[in-house]
Every structure is written in C-alpha cells, then in structure tokens.
C-alpha cells in the first residue's frame, strides 16, 4: 500500500497545528510583559550549567561550513563515526519520513510513537501522511508489526529507560519485518554506557536502525543546531542529500567540535549534574512534592516530571508558579522541571516557599489542593 498522498492532502497535514515546547519564555515575555523578564526559566531541559563558550574568530562567519573536522570530534566522542550532521536533531526527524517514504517498499504506513513524549516525531510522520499508534511501554513494540517505530531513550518527559536487552530485540524484531527503527537518545549523555551505539558494531549496522544525538541538552547548546543521526550506509548519501550541503553554519560546527574535545569539562559537568541532583532531592523536591499535591515523579539527571492528579490541577499550578517567577513545562497532566544551576537553587527554594506561605501558611502536613486554589 502506498503511503504518498496527492497534493491536496498533503499540503492539509502540513498546515496542521505544531506541538508547543519549553524554552518558551520569550512567548511569555510578550504575552505577560516585563514580569516575565525576572522568571527563573525551567520549562527547557537542557543543562543550565552550559559548557562556556569562548570568543569566536569573526572569519568562522564568513568561511562556508566543513564538516569534517567536527565528524573526526564526534566520532572520538561517541566511539562511533555519525552518518550525517544536521540543524539539531530536530531537522533529522523532520527527514526521515521523506526518506523511508522515497526509498523504502513499505506494506503499511503505520508508525508506533510514545504516547507520552517529544510530539515532534508524532508531527513530524502525522505531516508525511503515516498512520500513527500509540504505545505506553516499549515492550508493547515487540509483539506489533509496524512500518517504523520510536523509542525516545530516555523518554522526555517522562524520564523512563528500556532495558539494553528490550532494545536488542526491537533491532531483532525490526529487522525480521523490514520496518524502521529510530532511537532518539538526546538525553543519554550523562550515562553513556547505556546508548544503543555502545552494543552496535558499526561494520554491521542494522539496515533497521537510525539513532539520533544532539548537543542541546547534556552541553546545553541548544542554540547552536547541531545533531547527529547513526544509521546503515545504504540510507547516508541521501540523507545527506535531504538535509542539503550547508545545514548547520560554521560557527556551530567549530563550537561543537571545541565542546566535544573539552574532556575536562565534561567530567566536570557529571560531577556537577550528581551534586545539584542531590541538593535539589534534599531541598527543593519536598517543596515541589506539596505544591504539586503529588510525589509520582521521575528523575533524569537533566529533569524531575511530575505527574499530577489532573491536567486541570497541572496548569492551575503552572500557573500559581508564574506568580512567584518560577516558569515550567506544562504537558497534559504533567509538568517537567529543568534541574537547576547551583547558582539557582536559593532563588528557587525561596519562591517555592514564599509560594507555599501564601497558600495559607506553613504546617506540618502539607497543603490540599482546595488550599492552593
């Protein structure tokens, strides 16, 4: 069956609405005014203890970009040599629905993505014309036949893992079938040992396989638009193709390329990540645990999300945090809070507690949600 569409239908889907996403605070910044200008802005997941970047050379914007330099970085870095480079992660995902619709014979246009999770690979299959399914556990996978399958790992926002061993049959399971697989492992730099690149051997890389990696989070560089995808030689070229000659500007390749061979930093920034996970469980979580009338929460070393008892509760107290200068993520039932700066935690532990005074003063057990109303 084949999974094109004619003109009109397409250009239906492309006009669709896009996902909202966190890093969203100059939105509010127009749209409240000079309040928002003061918020301690949580709503995006990248670390915010960036690696620091240095002064740049002003020939760097005038030089056509090169790839090569930052390949030979990437490759030392990730102990596998990236397929193609592109505008962030994001600008793969946008491509390779119009890649497998191109190149592959596919018997069905059904794509399996998380129920809960970055809706960018939903849209981004949704605009191309696939029929999208949902699954809540990525073991759902195995027993389902699919064109291609998403597994974001970890999962944001929901912090979750699959095990090494569930992903090695997915591969399996997506091989046997023909389908596509595609992996998106933007959070997994602070525990490398547990990427897929660590257990595929790149002379025999499954036809099935695409994984993705990006600098924006761990490196906290989401300005710079710097992505990579792994994936078998057959799909290289015309990837490479798709995502055109220049996507990513010189300044970023050279940014990238300094920030991943600044291995002094990087252990530094794990050390960092451990201690400001611990005083944020110490002295900020309880806080958040009472303010969101819930402890059902997951910890990723870049994120805590919460999942709340309703999306109506979620964006009232979405709302109650603005009023003390605190901007998050809001999804549907649940918010994800950035894991502080060091240098942030008094500012956020202060406005959480002037939050909770105003609730009606400090007790021992906690505050109702009638209470935070």
Known sequence: MSVGLIPSERTSRLVLEPPKHGGDLAYWQRKVGNDALSWLDLSSACNREPWPVPTMAASLWMDLPDQVALLDMAEQYYACRPSVIGAGSQHIIESLPILLRELKTLSDSRVFVPRIGYQEHAFAWQKWGFELFFYDAVEELLEQNFAVAVVIHPNNPTGEWASASTLS???DHAEKQGASLVIDEAFIDPCPERSVLTGVTPSHWPESLFVLRSVGKFFGLAGARVGFAFCAA???HALSNLLGPWPVATPSLH???????????????????QQRQAAFVERVMPKFNTIFDSQDSVLNPLFVTWTLDSDEYAAQVFEMLHQVGIHTRLGEGWIRVALPAMAEMDALNSALIRLLKSAGGQTQGGYSRGELA
């Open 255 to 273: 940014l990238v390329s300094l920030a991943f061979a600044d291995k002094a930093w990087q252990v530094q920034a794990m050390q960092s990540l």
């Open 234 to 236: 057959k799909w290289q």
């Open 169 to 171: 049959a997915l591969i």
